[in-house]
């Protein structure tokens, strides 16, 4: 596998336990609002927000790469 695939199958790979994390977060937080529960509400509120965060990085990173590649040409 070239740099360049690593590279992307990372990516890919981080992107999806964001994704994960963000709907883990979703899943907490309806569930302590089901069950009355404030903490795991709010845990769920941070892995969401946590997951979100990462994921806007992500999306840095390949705005960034996708720049440097055009600017390459």
């Known amino acids: 596998m ?3 695939g690593q ?3 990372m990516t890919l790979l981080n992107k999806m ?7 883990r977060g979703r899943t907490k937080q309806k569930l302590g609002r089901a069950t009355g ?11 969401r927000f ?4 990462r994921q806007a990085g992500e999306q840095l990173k390949d705005a960034g790469r ?3 590649r055009s ?3």
Request: proline residues 0%; charged residues 25%.
């Open 66 to 68: 996708d720049l440097s």
């Open 50 to 53: 946590g997951g979100n965060m």
């Open 17 to 23: 336990k964001n994704k994960s994390q963000i709907f």
């Open 37 to 47: 529960n404030r903490r795991l509400q709010w845990h769920g509120l941070a892995d």
């Open 7 to 9: 590279l992307a199958a």
């Open 71 to 73: 600017r390459r040409r």
């Open 2 to 4: 070239t740099a360049a």
